[in-house]
């Protein structure tokens, strides 16, 4: 239990020794004026209920605090909530945009890495055209200048 809770009822447990060991006292009549008139009445006994009314409405004002926490803190919690799902959303549809993006670009890659692979295909071929022409040339003139081999 908590010290709040232990010194209060410590407290109330005090008050109730109290006024039982003076218990004559508190019920002796005594005269009381309600500014209006005058009245015969034990002051002890009032004063104890109103003591416990106070008390009464103390504890049903703490009850109406702690309730209205207790309110706050689910609708905070409920908040948090709300606030992690759309923060979820949000990643998760950044995400959906990041591979979107990712495979445009990888898309946009290929395309450029096949256009580049056509013009290096292009580019071989005609190396190797020219290089047999020159072979081919060269040839020509080796069997211009050479006399023909003999037979064996």
Known sequence: MPLRTLLVLATLALVALFAAVNWAAFTAPT?????VGNVQAPLGVILLALLALEAVV??????????????????????????????????????????GLLETEMAALRTRLDAMEGQLRRSLDE???????HIGEVEDKLDRLLPPALPR
């Open 58 to 99: 103390f504890f049903v004002y703490v009850t109406a605090m702690q309730a209205q926490r207790l309110v706050d803190a689910r609708r905070f919690g409920q908040s948090v909530q709300q606030q992690m799902q759309l923060a979820e959303k949000a990643e998760a549809s950044r995400l959906t945009e990041l591979r």
């Open 31 to 35: 005269e009381l004026s309600l500014v």
């Open 127 to 133: 190396s190797n055209n020219v290089l047999a022409a």
